[in-house]
């Protein structure tokens, strides 16, 4: 496991997000910034297994994209989420303050569930079972890809 990874994930990602306004339009996709850092929460609740997704892939589909997520690989600009719609829900949080805390709870949920339980595997809609190490590298990569679409410096990650 490469620890700059979540070093990352528990030190720097937050404060690079606090420099976004909730309004804040990428360089592509439909979400807002606030959106984004909304659907992160849910991508984090689901690598802690609090978020239990239907699955997406399956058979070779599953292999290719189990594949892809152990590369160094990035997710490419505009890359279509089936769970998600083209048109994006509304904010829940009433501000980009309240929804970044709740992603840094989620976040400080996340590795202490996986503390508290060696050897878990939580279930992702994309690339099925994943334990501690493999969440790790999906979360930074969805990290990157997000921080890339709001303009943040590939040079403000550790790693790329």
Not at 48 to 75: A, Q, T
Not at 119 to 142: A, C, M, R, S, V
């Amino acid at each position: 496991m490469e620890q700059y990874k979540i070093d990352f994930l528990k030190n720097d990602f937050i404060p690079l997000l606090t420099r976004l306004k909730c309004d804040d339009q990428g360089k592509w996709g439909v979400m807002h910034a606030q959106q984004m850092v909304e659907h992160f929460i849910e991508a984090v609740e689901s690598a802690s297994g609090k978020l239990i997704l239907p699955m997406i892939n399956e058979g070779e589909r599953l292999i290719k994209s189990r594949d892809f997520l152990l590369s160094d690989i990035p997710f490419k600009e505009n890359t279509k989420n089936p769970l998600m719609s083209e048109i994006p829900v509304p904010a829940l949080y009433p501000g980009m303050q309240p929804a970044i805390e709740k992603l840094q709870e989620e976040l400080s949920y996340f590795f202490q569930v996986f503390s508290n339980t060696p050897g878990l595997k939580t279930k992702n809609p994309f690339f099925g079972d994943l334990n501690y190490e493999e969440n790790i590298q999906l979360l930074y990569k969805h990290a990157f890809h997000h921080l890339t679409q709001f303009n943040l410096r590939s040079a403000d990650l550790p790693g790329q």
